[in-house]
């Protein structure tokens, strides 16, 4: 399994990203709270068996949010990952993934940074969705090839 991620690396603030504010924001992007792993995942559905979008983990190890502290929690920042395959529809996952990345940076005044912490731009969010796009037409046509 592959893993697109877009990094959101360093608050600009050096106090780091407000753990409420981060709360707030993931619940207004319809992340939900994974209790068991400590961790926040977008879903396609509000569906209880809907596929995994991607998740959101603390860069800060072991990568857990402290959900019942948030109000004291502070983070340099956040990670979003998304498994390939994963989604029935990769590239709304892509989007839904960027989307989210871009709010924090508004709401919250961060930096988006891909997996090797360079500054992404919007040429490398589009080479960034091609890439996602061959996977998704890559696997397609695997499956149709094992259908036969």
């Known amino acids: 399994m592959l893993k697109k991620s ?8 050096p106090e780091g990203f407000d753990g409420t504010k981060l709360l707030e924001l993931m619940m207004v992007c319809g ?5 068991a792993m400590g961790v926040f995942h977008r ?3 509000e569906s209880d068996d809907s596929e995994l979008q991607f998740s959101m983990v603390n860069v800060v190890k072991p990568g857990t949010f402290p959900i019942e502290e948030m109000g004291e ?3 340099p920042g956040i990670t979003l ?16 993934m960027v989307e989210t990345a871009m709010v924090v940076v508004r709401h919250m005044g961060g930096e988006l940074k891909d997996e090797n912490r360079s500054v992404m731009t919007a040429q490398t969010i589009e080479f960034a969705r091609q890439r996602v796009r061959e996977f998704e037409r890559r696997h397609r046509l695997h499956r149709q090839m094992q259908a036969r």
């Open 43 to 45: 879903f396609e559905t």
């Open 81 to 96: 990952l998304m498994p390939l395959p994963g989604a029935i529809d990769s590239s709304a996952a892509f989007e839904a």
């Open 6 to 13: 877009l990094s959101l690396a360093f608050s600009r603030d």
């Open 31 to 35: 992340l939900r709270y994974s209790s």
């Open 73 to 75: 929690f502070m983070t």
